[in-house]
């Protein structure tokens, strides 16, 4: 099988590095036992970014690799130490390349050298313990996990950024042309579809210099697929004048300079967007003498119709230098009304479930469906496997209103309630006015006891409480000799907090 040197289409799969996973740690070190969480941060992902380069003018390379992915973002770790971002992975693409979804949606057209877009974001990285911590939750237990990169299959769409394009029937001359005016050297034969990808030149003329390209083999009905025209038409739809190249010295029958004309701008109507192009007629091969009394016949006739037409040869140059000047002339006019691109950078967003960051609820099949941008990006960052993390994802959602809309649509307990898409859901059984994982802690969530203030002692306090219990024992010794107290129940009594309370008062 042969291998492509021209591709100007591919499909294309691309996928955002996953952000790292946020650690929860807790600070150690001698005489500190209570450090406090010290959990860093994990890295973001990296990102899949198109760039337009001068020097790419195929898209060849993802014809035969289609699968692009970005770098991971690193885990965090302890020591309030973060994860590294993942690597980014630039895909270099030829100026004019058009960018579609899945759908056939445009979603960015790329002129412009140096014009960026961002198609695959990566993953934000998953926050540590130490990030989670506030004044009521003094010792998260848990992390959040990094978030997935985007993932999507794109195709991606060459249409070649040229000032002028040739087009006409097929063997009309135009890679001749093209290989006389510039240094571009394509294949040339005298066989009808000789040229099988579009070729483009470099021509200069004075102080203008602009681009040639030329539309392989359009035949009557190339709008709707015959021939090569079909597959090759968009390369002219950014083209700032159009030259027809009419081949007068050929001896198919029924063919003349008039009526091939009247079909090359048949297909140009029917597939659409050209008309507001400048054309120009080249009567080629006037070498040959009867080629060059067809060309003086039918030119009167041309001009008629308001056309700029020109006598030329492509074999012996003749006319060439007048046809250079002319086609430089209509782009330096072109260019003079369109400023230049300025080279941008476009991040590619998708879209929330509900178009927003708010959530919707939907009753389906008997499921509660909550979707939106916010509730399934919470979800993808929690670790199921930690009942305080599950805690924590139940308050986010109690705050965001989640609760709320459910009760308020005739939710009840014990009902499923599914966050997230069909490919990525998570259910729950829903259960108003709970705190997932709360009842399991002996404080409120993400807190540690021996943290809280009410909880520490000075050396004062341990002193008193020291003398206390020494001044205790002793009296339960005297009670005990005594014969006041049965020995075996001191020992169960213990100085409670009421206790303490009533010796402090």
């Known amino acids: ?14 996928k955002g590095g996953d952000g790292g996973n946020g650690i929860a740690s807790v600070h150690r070190e001698k005489f500190k036992p209570l450090g406090g969480p010290d959990g860093g941060n994990g890295g973001r992902g990296g990102d899949v970014v198109l760039r337009v380069s001068s020097d790419v003018t195929t898209l060849v390379d993802y014809y035969h690799e289609p699968h692009r992915r970005a770098g991971k973002g690193h885990h965090g770790s302890g020591g309030n130490r973060s994860g590294s ?7 270099p693409v030829p100026d004019g390349t058009v960018v579609r979804g899945v759908d056939g949606e445009v979603l960015a057209d ?102 040639v390209a030329d539309v392989p083999g359009l035949i009557e009905g190339a709008a709707e697929g015959r021939g090569l025209g079909h597959d090759f038409l968009r390369h002219v739809e950014r083209c700032a ?13 029924g063919r003349d300079p008039l009526s091939d004309l009247d079909v090359i701008e048949n297909e140009l109507a029917a597939y659409g967007g050209l008309e507001d192009r400048p054309r120009l007629v080249a009567l080629n091969k006037v070498d040959v003498p009867d080629a060059k009394t067809i060309a003086e016949f039918v030119r009167g006739e041309l001009e008629e119709r308001g056309l700029d037409v020109y006598e030329i ?32 950078r476009i991040v590619l967003r998708p879209r929330s479930a509900d178009g927003g960051d708010d959530f919707t609820v939907t009753r389906i099949d008997g499921q509660w469906v ?44 014990g009902d499923d309630v599914v966050i997230g898409s069909v490919d990525d859901a998570v259910v729950f059984d829903f259960d108003p006015q709970v705190e997932a994982g709360a009842e399991l802690l002996g404080s409120r969530r993400g807190e540690d006891d021996r943290l809280i203030e009410n909880h520490r002692r000075t050396n004062k306090q341990r002193r008193d409480d020291l003398a206390r219990k020494r001044e205790f024992e002793r009296t339960a010794r005297e009670a005990r000799d005594s014969g006041r107290v049965a020995p075996e129940s001191l020992w169960t009594d213990e100085l409670t907090p009421a206790d303490d309370e009533d010796e402090d008062a």
């Open 85 to 91: 971002q993942g690597e980014d992975i630039v895909l």
């Open 1 to 14: 099988m042969a291998v492509p040197t021209f591709v100007d289409k591919v499909t294309l799969h691309v």
């Open 313 to 344: 040869s492509a074999a012996s140059h003749a006319g060439l230098k007048e046809l250079s000047y002319a086609m430089a002339e209509v782009v330096a006019s072109s260019r003079k009304a369109v400023a230049p691109a300025p080279a941008t």
């Open 241 to 253: 004048a159009l030259v027809h190249v009419i081949d007068c010295a050929t001896i198919e029958p």
């Open 110 to 211: 790329m002129v412009g050298p140096g014009t960026e877009l961002v198609v695959a974001e990566g993953g934000r990285g998953g926050l540590g313990n130490a990030a989670l911590a506030s004044s009521k939750r003094k010792a998260p237990g848990f992390a959040l996990k990094g978030e997935p990169g985007d993932e999507l299959t794109i195709s991606l769409e060459l249409k070649v950024v040229a000032d002028i394009g040739l087009v006409g029937f097929p063997s009309a001359g135009k890679s001749s042309l093209i290989a006389a005016l510039s240094r571009a050297r394509p294949k040339i034969a005298d066989y009808p579809f000789t040229t099988l990808v579009p070729n483009l030149g470099v021509v200069v003329a004075g102080d203008v210099t602009y681009t």
């Open 370 to 413: 909550v979707r939106g941008e916010k509730p399934e990006r919470w979800v993808r960052q929690t670790d199921f496997t930690n009942d305080e993390a599950v805690g924590f994802l139940a308050d986010r959602l109690n705050r965001l209103g989640v609760e709320n809309r459910l009760v308020a649509m005739g939710a009840e307990a």
